[in-house]
């Protein structure tokens, strides 16, 4: 399973980390990916890591904000989002890649002044 961290608060311009512990097989074995979902809109691809060797493939509209870690010693991939915007607003999972099957609960980040 994927267990995200909790719910974040953050002002426009601060910076947010969520984490993603994976348990019930071998971290390295697969890719995790970071998707969300703002308001009106459907999930959006934010990137993927692998956690061998922590090698990212980020899409172009995130590249300047986002960056993925992975600590293989605890089983846990990080994505850290700088700049925050309200547009960021919205609920952010992650999930074993590529098939998709497993999925953490889902992180709230809420950016407000």
């Known amino acids: 399973q994927l267990v995200q961290s909790g719910p974040e608060l953050r002002h426009p311009g601060a910076s947010v980390k969520l984490s993603c512990k994976v348990s019930?097989?071998?971290?390295?074995?697969?890719?995790i990916d970071w998707v969300r979902q703002v308001p009106g809109q459907g999930l959006e691809w934010m990137g993927r890591?692998?956690?061998?060797?922590?090698?990212?493939n980020v899409p172009q509209k995130f590249q300047d904000r986002v960056t993925f870690t992975a600590d293989a010693s605890t089983g846990t991939a990080y994505v850290e989002l700088i700049s925050l915007r309200s547009e960021d607003t919205g609920v952010y999972y992650c999930?074993?890649?590529?098939?998709?099957?497993?999925w953490g609960q889902g992180t709230q980040v809420t950016v407000s002044s």
């Open positions: 999930a074993r890649s590529s098939a998709y099957d497993y």
């Open positions: 019930g097989y071998t971290f390295t074995t697969y890719a």
């Open positions: 890591i692998d956690p061998v060797d922590g090698q990212s």
